[in-house]
T-cell receptor, first 111, second 112 residues
Framework: GENVEQHPSTLSVQEGDSAVIKCTYS??????FPWYKQELGKRPQLIID?????GEKKDQRIAVTLNKTAKHFSLHITETQPEDSAVYFC??????????FGPGTRLSVLP | DVKVTQSSRYLVKRTGEKVFLECVQD?????MFWYRQDPGLGLRLIYF???????EKGDIPEGYSVSREKKERFSLILESASTNQTSMYLC???????????FGQGTRLTVV
């Protein structure tokens, strides 16, 4: 089955700096790679996703890149703000089934 | 808006009890999932279902079973609750076409 690894487990950045979180997956059949943000006491919410036929996607300060050959995908947050502080999860799935998440990255944006 | 609703926000059960966690979604999604979330371990998949009466084991199915008799409802069953099943349980649903998973609000289960 699918296995998703995620690094780093914790990340502290100064406000205004960039943050990068990296994930790897094992199942070459996976074709959808979402990123979720979970604030304390709340449910995970989708922030950006990428499909296997696309190499990069950007939405304002957030971007995701995918390298299918290496089975790597990454989340990039630019101009970080205190409200970006949360736990971020990457995931991989094939057509929405067997939705497997990475262990999460706790991002702290320091003022 | 997609709504995924879990029947309880907090539950306290005794060791050995049979526990039912219920999840209902209102968007006709084919896929439904149960995860447990523990500090430092992320979201671990217990079971998922891609159709009524169909189920697949996730990474940590031991001690759990599931039931999906109707498309909108997915139940997680702890046959004999143990203290190591104390955790936050999250239900989610998705479709094959869109694939985004929508989460319920979570059930914090404490087994004493």
């Amino acid at each position: 089955g699918e296995n998703v690894e995620q690094h780093p487990s914790t990340l502290s950045v100064q406000e205004g700096d960039s943050a990068v979180i990296k994930c790897t997956y094992s199942d070459s059949a996976s074709n959808y790679f979402p990123w979720y943000k979970q604030e304390l006491g709340k449910r995970p919410q989708l922030i950006i996703d990428i499909r296997s036929n696309v190499g990069e996607k950007k939405d304002q300060r957030i971007a995701v890149t995918l390298n299918k050959t290496a089975k790597h995908f990454s989340l990039h947050i630019t101009e970080t703000q205190p409200e970006d502080s949360a736990v971020y999860f990457c995931a991989a799935t094939s057509y929405g089934q067997n939705f497997v998440f990475g262990p999460g990255t706790r991002l702290s944006v320091l003022p | 808006d997609v709504k995924v609703t879990q029947s309880s926000r907090y539950l306290v059960k005794r060791t050995g009890e049979k526990v039912f966690l219920e999840c209902v979604q209102d968007m006709d999604h084919e896929n439904m999932f149960w995860y447990r979330q523990d500090p430092g371990l992320g979201l671990r998949l217990i079971y998922f279902s891609y159709d009524v009466k169909m189920k697949e084991k996730g990474d940590i199915p031991e001690g759990y079973s599931v039931s999906r008799e109707k498309k909108e409802r997915f139940s997680l069953i702890l046959e004999s609750a143990s203290t190591n099943q104390t955790s936050m349980y999250l239900c989610a649903s998705s479709t094959g076409t869109v694939a985004e998973a929508f989460f319920g609000q979570g059930t914090r289960l404490t087994v004493v």
